[in-house]
Structure formats: structure tokens, C-alpha cells
């Protein structure tokens, strides 16, 4: 909610939460947007000095920055300058690609704003820079559309690095017309937010007061359009902080043809002193500035007290025409401080220690055509060469790898001597270590055995049975027949259409059938025969139902073969496919979870939604499905595949009864100048039972693990508690047998690993929420550790050794930060992005078992097909542009996830504590990877900006948790955050409409998703009400299920029916944003009196109803 002031000016900065008035001056001049700022440009803009770190108490960061904003009759203006790093080191900034997710780990500036709050149809906009001018920029609907990335501004931005005034300047011109402005300018407002977010360490620091979630638009600073003949105010700096001194420098600008008089004033507030101020009168001759100054003595300003300054400048007539408030806190935000590795060497190395394989990467300048590779293991003063290898270099970038022999433990250096036709040039060297740990190779989590509720795979002659479904395999290897739960999905069989240079499309089948049919895994391959090809198919089907299918094209001897087109059709029955999912990799709370698009011919296509950071269209997943029945197809890269990424590379066809998914293998001429293996996934959906009690756990099932800190560990990423020292974990387990705490060992603990360290408060209070979290689930509930968000801990040993083999982007600076210098607002920086390869899972579930001994299951955070650009440890792969296309590492994320789980049914004989698997998504209901957990969180974001309820196709799609069987949680509300916590965007105050939370309590019950006490939302007194009423003992029906006999005649009403034989219930929710009266019929199978009535709705309203079974 904007908050209005009642003067055409803001009279203060309001700090209360809710969105100020600002005022944006008129330029008669427009700047130059070059990159490069000039004060004399401009002159006639408003600036605003200081950045804020984010979190519940806000305080000015130490590092300078300055944005100064005007407008014309056809433009907003905006600059931006922030503080460079110190001499000899740069910000970080790699990303090149438009719309690059890797953006987000580079020194960059986001820019908010918002349509023209008159906006028929008002949407807001996101764009992020880097110092390279990379733009990443998505366009978020406030209707609830699907946010559009690779929008495509019409802004003109542009950057560059001011060495002499150290800063970064990043410039805007943003068309009005472009924000939907219309008519007069003038008196219309804005709302924006800016930002700037730094690496080394990680912050985020936007430049107006805004702790709110940065789509939290309703909360964005108001700016006022103002009119001619406004005094521009600029404040300019501010300095001295971290010295315990405040020095405000500013100027007014008078753009009239009169003298004017102006009263600036500050007022500063201190916690431990008394408030006093500072007045200066200004006299402004026309066309001229006058320059102003405050500033407070180091008297008023102490460590750790809490400081303001709030400045106001008034005109004549005593009007507000400028205000803002500053606070600040000493000593300065641990995050303030740079942390800085070397510049970046001419030679990079990387080392993978399960294949002893080494990378490396030299920038080759002049005529250097030879690069001798020498690697010694240093003992003392004298080392041993282990390997040697030339390589044949050119001008340019050069990136090779090379095998070693086995690595025993130590340091190994590399040196690369540089020649020119056999006269050496120079050498360079770089260092690595390898260390052997005790969990390396091994097998935990890998089994044979099926674990219940999945049951031993059955066979018949062409087919596979799994716990629910039926699949049996045509001639081809390909899906002939899929009975999900139940009912056939398959109009007909799958089929691979295949067009070769001659212009046949036949394949001949020359052998085909199971080749292994064990209880956990059956393996069917076909030959076949094409012309000058032989092609094999091996479908790997695992016990959950999920086929791996390899299909590996082989050239005859002598031949080139090509292929001209190549697809595979999966033919669909129309009545059972009504919604439709689509994850892209890297993507969360932007994937379509849809209604089938009506029409006949082609309904979709996969040019119709952006790809994340892949090129191409190829999106890596696709399920088509009715609630929990469905079936999908996934893959991990199009590597082998040969697609024009101008062309579509998948589509839905509609014809009559049949609804089929077309995805093309080669829409482009595919030569087969060697093998070329095409791998691809089908599962279909739902792949086990829920569980028994799953309506109503008999233990209270939590949605995650809270944090990592909880368990003693070091960081916020790591896997196992502070050093390795497992007694502290111990001593939790003895807590939660006994309901005791032991105050006295705690504390020691803290002494004896934090003392001193600037974390040491953050770390003892949550090592007490660990203690406590542990006690409450005495009983024989379930309690977790926040164990896993595909980040690694960067200060391990193991990480250190494996930073290359584990890390999802190459060659990095093997230099990172150390222990002493976390803090927790940096969180995010002291992990490094991983893929979880064999080696990773090995480590993952070494730890992951000292904590299931321990009675303690695992949380999984952000659980989706990720973006991997390692060429060596993944399907990542170089382009013909010399660019990156990275991978999705489904298929790896799925065979960690998997081991998880196994190894936790393993161990569950070892502690008397149910032990819970709990992996979080949102929005990427990936049934290949999700199907390995207990519990699944969803939800963690809120649709419209939290403003209205989220679809019910969505929640139909990804949030019962029925596809997967698993305990179903969501995180934020149903009916939307914004709507439960209307004056908290946030959504941390704990302070509910009660009316909302009867309402979304009403749309869990309707999905039958877990009811949660969260924030303020107590659902206890509607859950009673249901519990007496028999449920879930009772018989359930829901509205998609066949002849469900509650008819309404608005679809913004959805329903679910309790039937205990004595009394009928029925709980509505209403997905209208008007109040709407809708006319009910209730089945005549339901026996009850008055069947036919009204019911009235408020906006997003709920209403239960109880009536008696006619004997």
C-alpha cells in the first residue's frame, strides 16, 4: 500500500515500511548518457547520497554512492555511482551473454520501476547491469501473467569505470512512453527502487531504505513528477562514518528567473545522546548552486548506539521540496570491508582428482606457437616431475587438458614455458594440492534392493510394471502402451520419425527385448538398421518407473551419412492431458504451469517461453498430465542433437482426439561423422503411493530444516558442524532424549571454536535454536538439518581439493575467503555453486549418514534442473560461436537424490527417530529428481507479487505432491502474501487478516496440502473442525475427480466434499478479486436436503457448509 502525504511534497522520509513521495525535478536540458558523469549535465537533477544493507534493521553502508534522477518532456533520467574496489583489483564481472543468469554473481545494479500507476494493464520491469554491459532484463506482470524475460527495453544504458573519482557510473534514459505515461507528465507519480549488489563479499545494498523483497512493488519508493520551476536539491556525499564523524555535502539548484530562499535543516537522533540540529538559510541567485554542508562531531557519535540525520530543505512558502533520513550504526557492516583475491593471473589451472585430469587456460599474445606443461610434486626445495606434455598453441584464448598419473597426497606445481619456434619466452606456474579423504569412491546409497512403498519390478514379455504403473515397449524400444494409475495415456505407440539425405524415413528393427530384468532395473535394447546407419536403442527403466533412453547412431564403414529430420512423437489421448508443465533449467517461479492452450493444429510451441540461460529453445522438461496422472520427458542438453535455434525444437499438436508432443532430435541436416550418442528421459506420473497418513500425520511433519547454523556447522553451507566435531551433534541427540539442555556445555563449545570471531552472537543464538529444535521433536517427530542448496561450504579441505570437479563453472580463482572473515549478511558468498557428481555425492552422503545415526533427516533447498557450464564434469559444451551452452544435470541430480533416499531407508533400523527426506522447489515440479523424497516444500514466492491467489492449474500441477507421493507443504500462502500480511511484503511479522487465513486455509484443504502454523496463520481451531468431523477417515471427494457432485456455476469457485454418512461438509474458496455471488448444485448421490442454494463471496473469500444425509 502507498502511503499519501498530505502536502504536494513529502514533508520526511517515512521509515514505517511504507512506500515515500519523492519528488523528480524537470531538466530543460537532457543529460548525455555515455557512461561518463558530468556535473554540469546534470545540473538540473535531484541526488540522493548512501546505501542501506538489507535486513530487519537498516543502516547505511560505508561505501560511497551517489544517484541523481530528472526527467523531460520525453524521458526519466537516471545515473548511478558506486565505489570501486581498492587499486590493482577489479569487480567481478564475466557474464557477456543478454539475459544471463550468471549476472547475478557479478558486481551489478538492478534498476525496479513500474508502469504509470493509471496503467490499464500495469506491469513493472527488472533490468541488471554488469560493469560490461551485459543487460539481463524481465518484465513481471501485476495481472499474475508469467514474468517475461528477454523483455527488451527501449532504455538507453550505458556504463563505464571513472578511475579518477573511483567509481562505477551507470546512466539511463528510460522512454516515459515506455511506462505507459500519458498526457501530462507533471504531478504523476512513479515508483521505483535501485540497487546495488557487490561480490566479495556478497551484499546488497539498495540506495533508498527497502527491506521489502525487491518485487515487492505495492512498497517501492513514490516519485513525483514535478513541475517547472522546482528547486533541484542534490545531496552529494557523505563522509566520515566509519571514523565516528557525519559530514553532508549538497547544493540547491535554482532553475528560475528570481532569486529564491531556501532552509535547509538536519536533525540527528542518537540512542545514547540528545537529539540537536543543524539550520542554514541559502539565498540562490537564478541559474546558479549553492553548495551546503552539515556535520556532527565525533561527541554524538559512539559505537554501537544508533544514529539518524534526517535533512529537510523547505522553499518560501515553508513547503517540504526535499527530505531523507539516514541511519547508521558503528562500527561499520562487516561487508563494507573488501575482500579482495589477486588479479587475475595470465595462467589458470584446473584439477579433477577422481580422473587426475588437469585443465588449464593461458591468454597467448604475440607469435607464441608451443607451450611446454610440466608437472613436479614439491618436497621441500626439490621437486619430482610427475608428467610432461607440449601442446601447439596459437594467438588467443587456450584451454586443454591433459591426464596424470594417480596423485598421491601433497602439493603439485605446474609450469608453462612458453615458446616461439624452439626459443623459449617465458614461464608461468600455478599451484594445486591433493589430498585422499575417507569417503572418496564410495557406495553408500547404491543398492539393489527396492524400498517400499516402491515395490520389485514385474515383467511380461514386452513390459514393465512398476508400484502403480504399466509400461510395455513397441518394436522400436519406445513407449507402446502407458497406464499411469490406472488409465491408458497413450493414443497410440511413441514413435522416432527419421528422414535421411535420400529422402527415406523407414528404420528396420533387427533385434530387440530385455536384455536384464532385475527387480530394481530392466534394460530392453533394439537394434535397427538405416541407411549407412545402425542405430541402437538401450532404455534403462529404474523402479520408479523412469526410462533412460540411449539411443547411439553408428556410421556403416566408409560412410557420412546424414539425416535430414528427426523426431519423436508421443501421441497423447486428448481427455486424459488437460494441464501442461514446462521447467526451463536455471529457472524457478517462471515456468509455466498451465491449461493445455486450446485450438486445433499446433497449440504450443517452444519458441513461445524464454529458455533461461540456454540457447535455443530445447527446454530441458515437459509433463502432460490430469493432477497426479501424467507423463513426462526430459533431457539434459541438446549436445548430440542438431537443432537450428531459429527453428522450434518442440511443439504440441492437437488432432481431434490426440494431443500430441513433438520433439525434434534434428530440425536441421545431422551428419553422422562418428557415433553420436542422443540421450533422453520418460517417466510417467504418479511414481509411488502417498503416504498412508499424509491427510493427517500421526507426527507432525516439518517442511524443512531450518538452518545449517542450527547444527553447529561453520557456514550456512555446511555439511557437517564446525571441525569436524561431531560431539556437539551428540550432545543434541542426548538433549532430545532427555528434554534437558546443557547450558554449561554449550557455552564451553562456543568458547572453544567462536570466541572472538565477529559471528560469535549470530552462532550462539542459533546453536540454542538447534538445541531447543531438537528438544521440541522429543517425541517421535521428524527433525532435519538444512544440509543441502547445491552450494559448497568454501572453507573445507574438501572443497579445496575438489573446488574444479565440483564446481559448475571453470577455471576458478582458487583464492577465497577465509573463515575469519564470514559473516552472516555474506551468507551466500562463502558457498560456490556445485554439480553433484559421483565425487560430490560421495561426500554429501558421508556427511549426510553421520547425521541419519544420528536420528536426523536432511533438507534439500532449491530443488530444479540447474545451469552447469563445466565442460569437463558435465554436458556442458563449447558452441561454434566460442560460447558456452550449459546443461540441466537432471539425470546427475537425480542419481544424488536417489542414493539420499536409498541410504536413508537404510538407516532407519539405526535410530528409533522417523527419519524425513525433504527437498524444497518452486515451480519445477521435476518428478525425475522429486520422486526421491519424503516431504516436498513448494511455494516460495507469491503469484502477482503476493497480491492474489495462486492458479489452481498451478497448484493442481506442482504443489499437492501427488505425482511424486510425498507429504505435501507450501511455503508462502495460497491466497497470496500480500493479501495474509497486506503491511508486510516480507511476510516476517507474524500479524494475519484473519479472514485471509480462514481462506487459505480453505485452499489447502481443497488441494489437501499440509496446514502448517506459519507466521502468524493458526489454522488449528478449522483443523479441529474437520478432524471431529471424521476427515481424512471420512470419504474425501475432489473436485477433479469424475462425477464430482458439487456444481458451481464460476470457475472462480473450487470446492471439496467431506462425507462421514451422517453429515455432508463442503469447504469453498473463492478466486475472485470481486465479491460474486455464485448459484450451487449439489449431485443428487450426496442425499442431502435443499441441494440447490447461493452462496456470496467477499474478495478471495471461503465459506464452509454442513448439511444432513436424508435417511
Not at 497449440?603 to 522438461?621: E, F, I, K, L, Q
Request: contains cysteine.
Amino acid at each position: 500500500m502507498l502511503k499519501k502525504l498530505a502536502t504536494l511534497v513529502c514533508s520526511a522520509l517515512i521509515l514505517s515500511g511504507l512506500a515515500a513521495e519523492y519528488q523528480i525535478p524537470f531538466m530543460e536540458k537532457a543529460p548525455v548518457i555515455d557512461g561518463k558523469f558530468s556535473a554540469g549535465e546534470w545540473q538540473g537533477s535531484s541526488s540522493y547520497a548512501g546505501m542501506y544493507h538489507r535486513g530487519k534493521e537498516m543502516f547505511l553502508s560505508g561505501r560511497h554512492a551517489v544517484w541523481n534522477i530528472g526527467y523531460d518532456e520525453k524521458n526519466l533520467y537516471v545515473s548511478m555511482r558506486t565505489e570501486l574496489p581498492p587499486e590493482g583489483t577489479r569487480l567481478i564481472s564475466t557474464t557477456r551473454r543478454r539475459d544471463g543468469k550468471t549476472l547475478l554473481y557479478d558486481d551489478n545494479t538492478e534498476f525496479w520501476i513500474a508502469d504509470s500507476e493509471k496503467a490499464a494493464d500495469r506491469s513493472y520491469y527488472s533490468v541488471m547491469i554488469n560493469t560490461k554491459g551485459t543487460v539481463s532484463d524481465t518484465k513481471f506482470y501485476l495481472s499474475g501473467k508469467m514474468a517475461e524475460p528477454k523483455w527488451g527495453n527501449e532504455w538507453k544504458i550505458s556504463n563505464g569505470l571513472d578511475k579518477k573519482e573511483n567509481v562505477w557510473v551507470t546512466e539511463y534514459a528510460i522512454p516515459l512512453k515506455s511506462l505507459k505515461f500519458n498526457g501530462k507528465i507533471t504531478g504523476q507519480k512513479l515508483s521505483m527502487m535501485l540497487c546495488r549488489n557487490w561480490q566479495r563479499p556478497f551484499t546488497q545494498t539498495p540506495f533508498l531504505q527497502f527491506p521489502h523483497a525487491f518485487t515487492g512493488v505495492q512498497f517501492y519508493p513514490v516519485f513525483r513528477f514535478a513541475e517547472k520551476g522546482y528547486l533541484p536539491v542534490k545531496v552529494e556525499s557523505i563522509k566520515g562514518l566509519p571514523q565516528r564523524d557525519f559530514t553532508l555535502k549538497g547544493s540547491v539548484y535554482n532553475p528560475g528567473k528570481s532569486i529564491r530562499n531556501v532552509i535547509a535543516k538536519v536533525v540527528w537522533t542518537h540512542s545514547d545522546m540528545p537529539t540537536h540540529q543543524e539550520v542554514h538559510k541559502l539565498s540562490i541567485a537564478p541559474g546558479k548552486s549553492v553548495p551546503f554542508q552539515f556535520h556532527t562531531s565525533t561527541n554524538y557519535i559512539h559505537n554501537m548506539a544508533k544514529h539518524t540525520a534526517a535533512i529537510t530543505v523547505t522553499d518560501e512558502k515553508g513547503s517540504v521540496i526535499y527530505a531523507d533520513k539516514y541511519a547508521w550504526k558503528l562500527p561499520m557492516h562487516l561487508a563494507d570491508a573488501w575482500k579482495v583475491s589477486t588479479p587475475e593471473a595470465a595462467s589458470q589451472i584446473s584439477f579433477y582428482p577422481s580422473t587426475n585430469v588437469l585443465g588449464f587456460r593461458l591468454q597467448i599474445y604475440g607469435n607464441t606457437d608451443k607451450v611446454n606443461v610440466q608437472v613436479a610434486k614439491k618436497n621441500g626445495s626439490t621437486s619430482n616431475v610427475v608428467a610432461v606434455k607440449d601442446f601447439s598453441v596459437a594467438k588467443g584464448e587456450v584451454i586443454r587438458y591433459m591426464q596424470l598419473p594417480a596423485l598421491g597426497e601433497g602439493t603439485y606445481q605446474v609450469n608453462f614455458t612458453l615458446s616461439n619456434n624452439g626459443q623459449k619466452e617465458k614461464t608461468l606456474s600455478n599451484e594445486f594440492q591433493r589430498k585422499i579423504f575417507p569417503w572418496e569412491n564410495n557406495d553408500l546409497g547404491i543398492s539393489d534392493q527396492v524400498f517400499p512403498p516402491f515395490k520389485n519390478l514385474k515383467y511380461t514379455k514386452n513390459g514393465i510394471e512398476t508400484v502403480l504403473n504399466k509400461i510395455e515397449f513397441s518394436d522400436t524400444g519406445l513407449y507402446s502402451s502407458v497406464i499411469a494409475d490406472g488409465k491408458e495415456l497413450l493414443s497410440k505407440p511413441v514413435s522416432l520419425y527419421c528422414k535421411d539425405a535420400a529422402g527415406k524415413t523407414g528404420l528396420s528393427v533387427v533385434s530387440k527385448g530385455f536384455v536384464s530384468s532385475k527387480a530394481n532395473t530392466g534394460i530392453w535394447k533394439t537394434v535397427m538398421k538405416g541407411n549407412g546407419f545402425t542405430l541402437e536403442n538401450r532404455v534403462e527403466t529404474d523402479y520408479d518407473g523412469c526410462s533412460k533412453f540411449i539411443l547411439t547412431f553408428t556410421p556403416d564403414r566408409g560412410k557420412t551419412p546424414v539425416i535430414r529430420q528427426m523426431y519423436l512423437d508421443i501421441p497423447l489421448r486428448s481427455d486424459m492431458i488437460r494441464l501442461f508443465h514446462v521447467v526451463s533449467a536455471g529457472v524457478i517461479r517462471n515456468n509455466p504451469a498451465i491449461k493445455v492452450p486450446a485450438g486445433k493444429g499446433v497449440v504450443w510451441r517452444s519458441t513461445d517461453h524464454a529458455n533461461g540461460d540456454m540457447y535455443g529453445n530445447m527446454h530441458c522438461y515437459l509433463w502432460l498430465g490430469e493432477m497426479a496422472r501424467g507423463l513426462c520427458w526430459f533431457s539434459d542438453s541438446e549436445k548430440e542433437m542438431s537443432l537450428d535455434e531459429k527453428k522450434v525444437a518442440q511443439e504440441l499438436i492437437r488432432n481431434g482426439k490426440e494431443l500430441t508432443l513433438r520433439l525434434w532430435f534434428a530440425n536441421q541436416d545431422m551428419k553422422l561423422d562418428g557415433k553420436r550418442t542422443i540421450v533422453f528421459g520418460m517417466q510417467p506420473s504418479p511414481t509411488k503411493p502417498m503416504p498412508k497418513d499424509w491427510q493427517k500425520p500421526r507426527f507432525e511433519i516439518p517442511p524443512h530444516g531450518g538452518s545449517a547454523w542450527y547444527g553447529g556447522c561453520a557456514t550456512g553451507m555446511g555439511k557437517y558442524p564446525a571441525w569436524n566435531d561431531w560431539e556437539v551433534v551428540d550432545r543434541m541427540k542426548i538433549a532430545r532424549e532427555t528434554g534437558k539442555l546443557d547450558r554449561a556445555y554449550v557455552e564451553s563449545w562456543l568458547n572453544k571454536y567462536w570466541k572472538g570471531h565477529p559471528l560469535y552472537n549470530h552462532v550462539r543464538s542459533h546453536i540454542y535454536g538447534g538445541f531447543v529444535n531438537f528438544m521440541i521433536n522429543r517425541p517421535k517427530s521428524p527433525t532435519m538439518i538444512y544440509f543441502e542448496e547445491y552450494g559448497i561450504d568454501q572453507f573445507s579441505p574438501e572443497f579445496r581439493i575438489f573446488q574444479d570437479e565440483w564446481g559448475a563453472y571453470e577455471f576458478t580463482q582458487r583464492k577465497w575467503m577465509d573463515w575469519k572473515d564470514i559473516t552472516s549478511n555474506s551468507a551466500a558468498a562463502n558457498s560456490v555453486k556445485i554439480i553433484p557428481v559421483k565425487s560430490y555425492q560421495d561426500y554429501a552422503l558421508w556427511y549426510g549418514r553421520e547425521w541419519m545415526k544420528r536420528g536426523v533427516g536432511l533438507y534439500f533447498d532449491n530443488v530444479y534442473p540447474k545451469n552447469i557450464f563445466n565442460r569437463h564434469s558435465s554436458l556442458a559444451y563449447t558452441r561454434k560461436d566460442g560460447q558456452t551452452q550449459p546443461c540441466s544435470a537432471i539425470w546427475t541430480m537425480r542419481e544424488y537424490h536417489k542414493r539420499m533416499w536409498v541410504m536413508s531407508r537404510m538407516l532407519q533400523k539405526e535410530t528409533k527417530w522417523p527419519l524425513q527426506i525433504s527437498l524444497h522447489t518452486t515451480n519445477c515440479m521435476c518428478i525425475p529428481i522429486l520422486t526421491w523424497t519424503d516431504t516436498m516444500l513448494d511455494l516460495e514466492w507469491g503469484w502477482a507479487n503476493g497480491t492474489k491467489p495462486f492458479p489452481q492449474e498451478l497448484l493442481e500441477i506442482e504443489s499437492t505432491a501427488r505425482q511424486i507421493g510425498a507429504y505435501p507443504h507450501a511455503h508462502f500462502p495460497l491466497v497470496g502474501n500480500a493479501v495474509t500480511h497486506p503491511h508486510d511484503a516480507t511476510y516476517m511479522s507474524g500479524k494475519a487478516v484473519p479472514e485471509m487465513v480462514k481462506t487459505d486455509w480453505a485452499m489447502r484443504m481443497i488441494y489437501e496440502i499440509l496446514r502448517q502454523q506459519y507466521r502468524g496463520m493458526d489454522f488449528r481451531p478449522y483443523d479441529k473442525m474437520v478432524y471431529d468431523f471424521g476427515y481424512p477417515n471420512c470419504k474425501v471427494i475432489n473436485y477433479w475427480d469424475e462425477n464430482y457432485p458439487v456444481k458451481v456455476d464460476n470457475e472462480a469457485v473450487k470446492s471439496i466434499v467431506l462425507n462421514n454418512g451422517k453429515k455432508v461438509m463442503i469447504i469453498f474458496a473463492s478466486w475472485s478479486e470481486k465479491p460474486i455471488t455464485v448459484n450451487v448444485k449439489l449431485d443428487s448421490s450426496l442425499k442431502v436436503k435443499d441441494p440447490v442454494f447461493q452462496l456470496k463471496f467477499n474478495k478471495f473469500g471461503a465459506e464452509i457448509i454442513e448439511k444432513e444425509i436424508i435417511k
